[in-house]
């Protein structure tokens, strides 16, 4: 298994090198108070990585960073051969378009149908005429189990089928990285399987690059090829789900096993946290 | 006010300079966004400023009376909804409708992380959602102003008729008569300003949002009382151009 290993910042990896997400030595702040302590790990080009956290733990501004929602205030993030942090806006557009994101809350436009939702990336960003465009619609809403809910207002969808929407949104483009950001979030165990499923099916059929963000142990069992776990700014483990389940490390085995935080408090400290250290 | 004067330069950039250079604003949303600001608005535009017109000539009534000058009620109402009342009040109106409005709109939309989505799709929300915002506020608020010009001076009609001893023909031949085109154009010109602040302030406050609930009813109230704020002082400022620039 692989322990935070920080490698030098040297030469970029390039698409041949069979990395499609390279992180190195990333720190993330706000307000003056760092919450990503140097974190360093590569995605393998095609393959699942889960990033798992307890809350707080930093993964989903990990996330936010990795989409470029957020500076980081040093570090570097490589996408397919690309530092994604140092280009230029327009140039960081061009590479968000061979991304797609599926946000926690789904993150549909509200005062657009579903079949608007998706159709809005190929709109903007290609030359595609609305007939084609509405065909495209179709496919991405078929792939995801949702076939004929092109005229339908997100209000008017279930908590599963939001998520699915937003699959297909983030899929319209054929993006070569899929990000999810807690996909089972809110949902009941039979909904969420299905979510499991539909990752599982879309990185069958299209061999793209997927991270998800969840803190859900289930279902990374179920759609990891490797996992990463992070506590408290830093990634205390990485490796397959065999190798995290095998490993010793009391963080590590207190987030699998889940055992509780020890809140035990010596009688004076908690006395003097009643009384604010007045003296009585 | 600096990010106020960047979002209102980036949004005018989309509506004037991108089309130029083949981005095009969605013309689907500007509409959109023309229907709610002034169509809508229409009825109580109308209202109000008819309203505002029997009340100006109510209160113009009452002084022109003890110089024996009631027959100036027609001009004073007139002149006073074209320069100032009628674009003044019908800003206020559309502040209450609008301004708020898009606080809302894109509060809730940055809390419900569909601007962060926006922006993982590589779609700026200035050009997005901010400029067809400013493009129908520009175009309808002066529209707007000449139909609240227009009622206000036939609310004026219903005192002069019913109080002053003129005939509805007679009243209206007075106010034309008391027009210049400058009182009229000076009107529309404080109204365009008025309509791309009251957008660039309820568009800055909703992109200011923090992350909850809340946050959006904060901002909301924050974009009407800023955006009437901001709408009085420009209004100033430009009366006092024209005052000292065209003097009558």
């Given amino acids: ?280 | 006010m600096g990010d106020l004067a960047v979002l209102s330069a980036r949004a005018i950039r989309a509506v004037v300079v991108a089309p130029l250079q083949g981005r095009k604003l969605s013309t689907a949303r500007s509409i959109h966004q023309a229907m709610a600001v002034g169509v809508e608005a229409l009825p109580i535009v109308s209202l109000i400023t008819f309203f505002i017109g029997v009340i100006f000539a109510l209160q113009s009534a009452y002084e022109l009376r003890r110089f024996g000058a009631l027959g100036l009620t027609a001009s004073a109402v007139a002149v006073s909804m074209t320069r100032e009342l009628g674009p003044l009040m019908t800003a206020i109106v559309v502040i209450g409708r609008s301004g708020s409005a898009f606080a809302a709109e894109i509060g809730t939309m940055k809390v419900n992380e569909e601007i962060d989505a926006l922006q993982t799709m590589a779609l700026d929300p200035v050009p997005f959602l901010v400029a067809p915002k400013f493009l129908a506020m520009a175009i309808m608020l002066p529209c707007l102003t000449t139909w609240g010009d227009f009622m206000g001076i036939v609310g004026g009609s219903v005192f002069g008729v019913s109080s002053a001893g003129f005939t509805l023909s007679t009243y209206f031949h007075a106010s034309l008569n008391a027009l210049v085109l400058r009182d009229v154009v000076t009107g529309l010109i404080k109204s365009i300003m008025f309509g791309i602040t009251i957008a660039a302030v309820g568009c800055r406050e909703g992109l200011a949002t923090g992350l909850g609930a809340e946050d959006v009813g904060r901002s909301t109230t924050t974009a009407v009382v800023n955006s009437i704020f901001m709408v009085i002082a420009v209004d100033l400022v430009f009366t006092l151009i024209f005052y000292f620039t065209a003097p009558r």
């Fill in chain 1, 1 to 280: 298994m692989l322990h935070h290993e920080p490698k030098p910042l040297t030469e970029p990896v390039r698409m041949t090198d069979g990395i499609a997400i390279q992180v190195r030595d990333l720190h993330v702040g706000y307000d003056g108070r760092e919450v990503l302590h140097g974190i360093s790990f590569e995605v393998k080009a095609g393959e699942t990585m889960v990033v798992l956290g307890g809350s707080g733990s930093g993964k989903s501004t990990l996330l936010r960073t990795l989409i470029g929602l957020e500076k980081p205030t040093s570090g570097e993030i490589w996408l397919h051969g690309q530092e994604f942090c140092s280009m230029s806006k327009h140039d960081a557009n061009d590479l968000r378009k061979k991304i797609g994101v599926s946000f926690q809350s789904g993150a549909l436009f509200g005062s657009m149908t579903v079949g608007e939702n998706v159709a809005l990336p190929l709109q903007e960003h290609t030359a595609l005429d609305d007939s084609t465009i509405e065909i495209m619609v179709r496919l991405k809403l078929e792939e995801v189990g949702l076939a004929g809910y092109e005229d339908y207002m997100p209000a008017q969808l279930s908590g599963g089928m939001k998520k699915r929407a937003a699959i297909a949104r983030a899929l319209a483009m054929d993006p070569e990285i899929l990000f999810f950001d807690e996909p089972s979030a809110g949902l009941d165990p039979i909904v969420a399987a299905g979510i499991d499923d539909l990752i599982l099916k879309l990185h069958k059929a299209f061999k793209m690059t997927i991270v998800v963000v969840t803190h859900e142990l289930a279902s990374a069992y179920l759609i990891a090829d490797r996992m990463m776990l992070i506590d408290r700014g830093n990634v205390i483990a990485v490796g397959s789900k065999e190798e995290l389940q095998a490993s010793a490390v009391p963080r590590v085995r207190q987030f699998l096993d889940r055992v509780p935080n020890d809140e035990t408090v010596e009688d004076a400290t908690y006395f003097d946290r009643l009384t604010g250290g007045i003296d009585i």
